[in-house]
């Protein structure tokens, strides 16, 4: 099986993951960005697009690797990774399963003023441009088409250990119908 952390920057995905990791037993955490940092380190570089998710090896490499890791591994993949875009996200499920791997999919939530002032405020990585940048697209992909297709976990008030137990708490149950949310 697979967990998935949706959601964008500033919404608690890389810490979440670990905590949830730490809470299923036999599961890993996979970073599909690991997979678009490889497609980067290409030399002379592919087309650049401004996001390593645009170029199309990426989403069926994301699926292969995560395929093979479970083949060999067995149990369960928490995998953090902001998908925005529709038909990627699609391409990737679809491509999941077609190989009958089940996937959970969470989309780690938080308003914007929450998630513009994690972003400014973390110590680790520094305010980010880049990060920011992604504010509008998440807003515009909740409304249009993410939050019905995921079970969405409000981080705005909660923290990392606290969604993680909700998330492992969802994951034990069976999925909900594409409509509910979790708050």
């Known amino acids: ?11 608690g995905k890389t810490t979440t993951s670990a905590l949830v990791q730490q809470l ?13 940092e490889t497609l980067m380190d290409i ?16 989403r069926p490499l994301v699926v292969e690797t995560a395929r093979r890791v479970l083949e060999y591994t067995g149990g369960t993949l928490v995998m953090p990774m902001t998908v925005l875009v529709e038909h990627y996200w699609r391409e990737i499920s679809s491509g999941l399963a ?20 994690r972003i400014e405020g973390d110590t680790d ?3 980010s441009p880049f990060r920011l940048a992604y504010l509008e697209p998440y807003a515009e992909a909740a409304r249009t088409w993410l939050h019905s297709e995921a079970e969405v976990v409000d981080t705005t008030h909660l923290t990392p250990a606290q969604a993680a137990l909700q998330i492992v708490e969802a994951v034990k149950s069976p999925a909900p119908p594409a409509d509910h949310r979790y708050r």
Do not use: C, Y
């Open 1 to 11: 099986m697979i967990v998935w952390l949706n959601g964008t920057h500033g919404a």
């Open 24 to 36: 299923i037993p036999d599961s890993r955490v996979f970073d599909a960005e690991k997979v678009g």
């Open 43 to 58: 030399k002379p570089g592919l087309p650049w697009t401004g996001n390593f998710q645009d170029w199309s090896p990426w």
């Open 98 to 117: 077609q190989h009958a791997i089940p996937v959970r999919h969470f989309v780690l939530h938080a308003d914007q003023d929450t998630l513009r002032g």
């Open 125 to 127: 990585l520094g305010p």
